[in-house]
Each structure stands twice: as C-alpha cells, then as structure tokens.
C-alpha cells in the first residue's frame, strides 16, 4: 500500500511558475503527476521511474520537469511558463511495478486526492 499527499498547488498568472510536491509512504518503482480539467479526462503529464528515466507528455515538454528523492519519499513537479490550459487538479500517483512508466491512467494504483493548478490569462 502506498499513500501520497500533495501540496504546493495554487493561482498563477500565464507565464508563472510553481512546485508541486508528493509525499509518499512505501516504495513504488513508476511515479508520475496526470491532472484532470473540468469536464475532461485525466490525462498523464509526467513520469519517473526508479533508474530516474522520465517520460513527458508533449503538451507539457521543455515547461515542466519531474524528479524524485526517494531518501525522503518525494515527488516534484516543477512547472514553467504554465499557460491557462494548464489549470487542472494535479494528482501524484504510484506504480508498485517494475518496467515502463506509462503516461495511462489504468497503469497506476495508487493516487493522491489532488492539488489544484490554476493558471489566469
């Protein structure tokens, strides 16, 4: 079992940055932060896995980094040059297995209850 927390969300202005943070008790190979908008799907923004690799989904990529400190059982999300299509409820989630670390919602078992992202034009 793997419980995560996050925490850093908040209101930016387009162009802003923030941190989000995830905070997770056990071990889980795959990692990563999807977020869901009202009314859409949740959908996959980034992973990592234990060897670090990550993996971006191409909305997100050169804005957002994704990295992990295992000592301390966390996960970070750092966004740049957010835009309004950013706002979304952020969720970290976890992969108890090994192998690829898919941007799909079905891949995960674990999930956080959320941090909400918004991004004002």
């Known amino acids: 079992q793997v419980q995560l927390a996050e925490s850093g969300g908040g209101s930016v202005q387009s162009g802003g940055s923030l941190r989000l943070s995830c905070v997770h008790s056990?071990?889980?190979?795959?990692m990563g932060w999807f977020r869901q908008a009202p009314g859409k799907e949740r959908e996959g923004v980034a992973t990592?896995?234990?060897?670090?690799?990550?993996t971006y989904a191409d909305s997100v990529k050169g804005r957002f980094t994704i990295s992990r400190d295992s000592a301390k059982n966390m996960l970070y999300l750092a966004m740049d040059s957010l835009k309004p299509g950013d706002t979304a409820m952020y969720y970290c989630?976890?992969?108890?297995?090994?192998?690829?670390?898919?941007?799909?919602?079905?891949?995960?078992?674990?999930w956080g209850q959320g941090t909400q992202v918004t991004v004002s034009s």
């Open positions: 989630t976890a992969r108890p297995y090994f192998g690829l670390c898919p941007l799909s919602v079905p891949a995960y078992t674990y």
């Open positions: 056990g071990y889980a190979s795959c």
């Open positions: 990592i896995d234990h060897t670090m690799a990550t």
